[in-house]
């Protein structure tokens, strides 16, 4: 496509990979581009490869980082080796020549750039970061006056010094192609928008912007990748509205602290990755059965146990759906993307009041951890909804002691109280209780109980089926392609190199309650369905069997080696 | 002014004899004594014997998990610290499998009251040893005896930086309520552990046995701010000691923790004005 160009950054870690692929993504952003940034790293400090990639288009939202390569800068030998083979035929390798540089491909054009020397030449090694912006600049045959001015933004403060040393490395950079390698240069296509600030988030920022404005007040968590940033930006946040960030000691008391404070009457949350949320698991039963409202953000990554921290899967569904002991209502949300991690977010407080359940946002490293430019969020599309709370003057009218918290209502939502409020006493047990919350084993009120909380879900259960999927596509296409959460921007860009064929693509938001009839109905209508699956056992596919059936009609495409699938990965399974 | 009779809630259903009765009466008395409303007290519990007090407990209550009664009222304090918050348990509930949090509790600092009835025994379960059993000491689980080292709760919690350490004995009302009370009254941690005997299945830690044995600090003449004259005495003692043992002046997790408000969290607003959400969202524009 000739409105895009990719680039991509690699090294050591370390060696500020990230910053010299920020400094892309910001100016980019700034110059009317929609960017997608990828990271690629691995769990540990320093060493091992990691890299930076950016896709940017001029005209239009990108929410995947894509197949391909063109432009890749390399602060090493092992970024060359493990990245050539996604350039493009005639792609650009820019090397640092403290290494000579190879590549198996002879397609590709490899010039060779002394950026760790120039920036040793004027005293500081980091700084090949802005020579590797000089170079890429003139290869993208892009105005270096951006640059300019994004590091008068970033260094402005710390003094001209270290601005004209920004500028002077950045320079050095840019000549040396231009004078060494002129006809490497690829000018990108002109952006077609008017470069207005628009937003450059990850789905991490984008849920703790998500839970601010949906008014959660307290953050409990312990420190997990890639689930980490949500506390960061919270940290940075929350104490302006009077919120708090509660570091705790570990996953089981950082779940338990937001179940207290959600009893206290505040909004909150916790935050973690799937060996979190295994230890969470008793918790989500004490929050189901006292009816506490809590929102537990889940971004998933390579499991099991601790299994592929750095790298993106979608294997706790199952986790999520049935994890902690006994039968407990809940329910389970899965953002499509970085935008939508916000949406998600705030709806899952608004249902988590409004049902008295447990609510679990399946996020995930690829949307979790990347950065996107977008246009803007809808703040107006959902508003705070607390459900229902019992009044001050309901409870005055009442005999003392006679305020029943866990009343056998037709909805089975029980009106609750908050401490504080007179006449509304009640204890919230794990046990099982009667309506005034007092400890039973009796089996008709156990039965009742169990009733009414599930009774709960079934109103739930006829509107997920409108929130809960996306559609697109012919009412009876030939190839129905399903995913859940973050699959979505993939499976949309290969359906648009199916050509010539009739495709719908149905992407899950909500898993629990299951949208049972509009899956069906997509399923009935379509002749092939394709179910991806970011996990070996296909979970999703095992969902809708269990759900709706189809045994024999859906077919699982797999990925589970840390990766995001890529519209390749589609696109040969299903011409197969 | 509330009454004991509005701290009360539904009979008591344990052993005749239980020194956990006393417990909760003197919790009460407590609570009266010091004027407060039942609205504005939240007691949490764990499980076991012990952690039926937050059913019979005529506040707000919540019955949380084995071991997890501090981490839910640690997160009810965050939420609204002008609660007066009760945690209680017992000794396995808190110093088995609650150990973890027990102690970073202490450390946080938390303005809450932790009273541990501590029979040095499994009760509900019927029986078996508990982490404050003595050493020998035999069990179902323990036929040749206790072969570990007891847990020693006041020492513990004095290193791990409670604000507030003391003990008790569920067969002395008057001293439990006078210690009850300067704990809540105490701003911060404050362990309260209660020697609460289990008339069923502990039949060596009686009420006779440790009134025997007790040591009665709050006799004793010394600077309740030092803790190495608290840690020296203690051990002294054996542990088997009552009064309050140690006392210091240190804020509050509440008063310290970032974004910390003079109000409690809960009254905060929920929605944010035009300009607070610009505001954030201005730190993603480009």
Request: net charge negative; hydrophobic share 35%; with cysteine.
């Amino acid at each position: 496509m000739t409105n895009e160009f990719t680039w991509k950054v690699g090294g050591a870690q370390g060696e500020g990979i990230d910053s010299t692929g920020e400094i892309l993504a910001t100016v980019l952003t700034r110059m009317g581009y929609y960017i997608f940034a990828y990271r690629h790293f691995m769990s540990l400090v320093k060493g091992g490869h990691t890299n930076y990639k950016i896709r940017a288009n001029n005209e239009e939202q990108v929410d995947y980082h894509g197949d391909t390569l063109d432009i890749l800068i390399a602060f090493d030998q092992t970024t060359i080796d493990e990245n050539e083979d996604e350039l493009i035929t005639d792609g650009v390798i820019l090397h640092d020549a403290k290494f000579a540089g190879t590549s198996k491909r002879d397609s590709l054009k490899i010039c060779s750039v002394p950026m760790s020397q120039m920036a040793k030449d004027l005293g500081n090694v980091i700084i090949k970061n802005m020579v590797a912006a000089g170079a890429s600049s003139y290869v993208l045959g892009i105005d270096p006056n951006n640059f300019y001015e994004q590091i008068e933004a970033q260094f402005g403060k710390k003094g001209a010094e270290l601005v004209e040393l920004n500028k002077t490395a950045f320079n050095k950079g840019y000549d040396y192609v231009k004078e060494n390698y002129a006809d490497v240069q690829r000018p990108v296509p002109a952006a077609t928008k008017p470069a207005t600030p628009r937003l450059l988030m990850t789905g991490n920022e984008s849920i703790g912007v998500g839970a601010l404005m949906a008014g959660c007040r307290i953050l409990a968590a312990y420190p997990i990748t890639p689930a980490t940033e949500i506390m960061y930006w919270l940290l940075g946040n929350m104490k302006d509205v009077g919120g708090k960030v509660l570091q705790a000691e570990d996953e089981i008391a950082a779940c338990i602290m937001a179940i207290g404070a959600n009893y206290s009457g505040v909004r909150a949350m916790t935050s973690t990755s799937g060996p979190g949320l295994s230890l969470m698991m008793e918790a989500i039963g004490m929050a189901g059965i006292s009816e506490t409202p809590l929102v537990i953000i889940d971004v998933q990554r390579g499991g099991p146990s601790t299994g592929l921290p750095t790298k993106t899967e979608q294997s706790d569904l199952n986790g999520a759906l049935y994890g902690s002991h006994g039968e407990i209502p809940r329910v389970v949300l899965a953002p499509t993307s970085i935008e939508d991690c916000y949406y998600q977010t705030f709806h899952a407080f608004n249902l988590a009041e409004r049902y008295q359940c447990v609510v679990i946002v399946l996020s995930d490293l690829l949307i979790g951890m990347n950065k996107m430019t977008l246009d803007t969020i809808d703040l107006n599309r959902y508003s705070i909804d607390r459900g229902e709370m019992v009044t001050q003057e309901q409870l005055d009218a009442l005999e003392k002691g006679a305020f029943k918290r866990f009343a056998l209502t037709e909805s089975g939502i029980s009106p609750r109280s908050i401490p504080g409020m007179k006449n509304g006493r009640f204890c919230a047990l794990t046990n099982e209780h009667e309506e005034t919350g007092l400890e039973i084993e009796d089996v008709p009120m156990r039965k009742a109980q169990m009733n009414k909380r599930f009774r709960k879900m079934e109103t739930l259960a006829r509107e997920v089926n409108e929130w809960g999927v996306d559609y697109q596509g012919a009412e009876s296409p030939e190839l129905l392609l399903i995913g859940y959460g973050s699959t979505k921007a993939q499976i949309a860009e290969a359906v648009k190199n199916l050509d010539g064929m009739v495709v719908g693509h149905l992407q899950l938001r909500a898993m629990m309650p299951f949208p049972s009839d509009a899956v069906k109905r997509r399923i009935d209508a379509a002749k092939r369905v394709i179910v991806l699956d970011n996990n070996f056992t296909g979970q999703l596919t095992g969902l809708i069997h269990r759900e709706i059936g189809y045994h024999d009609k859906t077919e699982t495409l797999t990925k589970y080696d840390g990766n995001p699938f890529t519209v390749g990965d589609i696109l040969s399974f299903v011409k197969g | 002014m509330a009454t004991l009779a509005d701290f009360r809630y539904e009979k008591a259903t344990w052993c005749p004899g239980c020194g956990d009765f006393t417990v909760l009466a003197s919790l009460q008395q407590a609570c009266v004594k010091m004027g407060l409303e039942p609205e504005g007290v939240c007691c949490v519990s764990g499980i076991g014997c012990s952690g039926k007090i937050s059913q019979h407990f005529g506040s707000y209550g919540f019955h949380s998990l084995h071991g997890r009664s501090l981490p839910t009222a640690q997160g009810i304090k965050m939420g609204n610290q002008e609660l007066t918050v009760i945690a209680a348990g017992g000794d396995g509930d808190g110093y088995g499998i609650g150990m973890g949090h027990f102690i970073h509790a202490c450390r946080r600092n938390v303005d809450i009251t932790y009273v541990v009835m501590d029979n040095h025994i499994y009760g509900l379960t019927t029986g078996q040893s508990s982490p404050t059993s003595k050493k020998g000491f035999k069990t179902k689980t323990t036929p040749a005896g206790v072969a570990e080292e007891p847990v020693k709760p006041l020492e513990l919690a004095m290193t791990a930086g409670a604000s507030f350490v003391a003990q008790a004995f569920s067969g002395d009302l008057k001293q439990m309520t006078n210690i009850l009370t300067a704990a809540i009254q105490h701003k911060g941690f404050s362990l309260v552990n209660i020697f609460s005997p289990c008339v069923t299945f502990n039949r060596v830690n009686t009420y006779e046995w440790f009134k025997e044995h007790i040591v009665n600090f709050d006799e004793m003449e010394y600077d309740r701010s030092d803790k190495y004259e608290a840690m020296r005495r203690v051990h002294e003692a054996e542990g088997v000691c009552t009064g309050i043992i140690y006392q210091e002046d240190r804020p509050a997790f509440h008063e310290v923790v970032l974004g910390a408000t003079p109000h409690g969290t809960v009254k905060e607003n929920l929605e944010l004005s035009h300009e607070q959400m610009s505001a954030l969202l201005d730190q993603f524009r480009r």
